[in-house]
């Protein structure tokens, strides 16, 4: 079954969408500060780097060919990231707030 038209652009749209909100909660959130960091600021930065990861692949994954044109396994897995890329952002963004 073919993925539906504009899926494509809609899914690179997002992920660059929530990459960048990502990237200014990184800055707001304070990473090049002074004091060491506690185990909580770890899981924040690593949770962000893997979302921001799963983000970044989205628009390689969704634009890579597949063997028979009307597939839409590529697409699928780049929901998929796309979704683990949010859940990641937003796990990070509500530790920072929580701790």
Do not use: N, Q
């Amino acid at each position: 079954m073919p993925s539906p038209t504009g899926s494509v652009p809609a899914l690179s749209a997002a992920s660059a969408t929530i990459f960048s909100i990502g990237i200014v909660f990184l800055g707001y959130w304070g990473l090049y500060e002074p004091t060491r960091w506690r185990a909580v600021d770890v899981v924040v930065f690593v949770s962000a780097l893997s979302g921001f990861a799963c983000l970044g692949l989205v628009p390689w994954m969704a634009t890579s060919p597949v063997e028979p044109e009307t597939s839409d396994a590529r697409i699928r897995v780049a929901r998929h990231l796309f979704l683990a890329g949010v859940f990641a952002i937003w796990f990070a963004v509500a530790i920072s707030v929580i701790f």
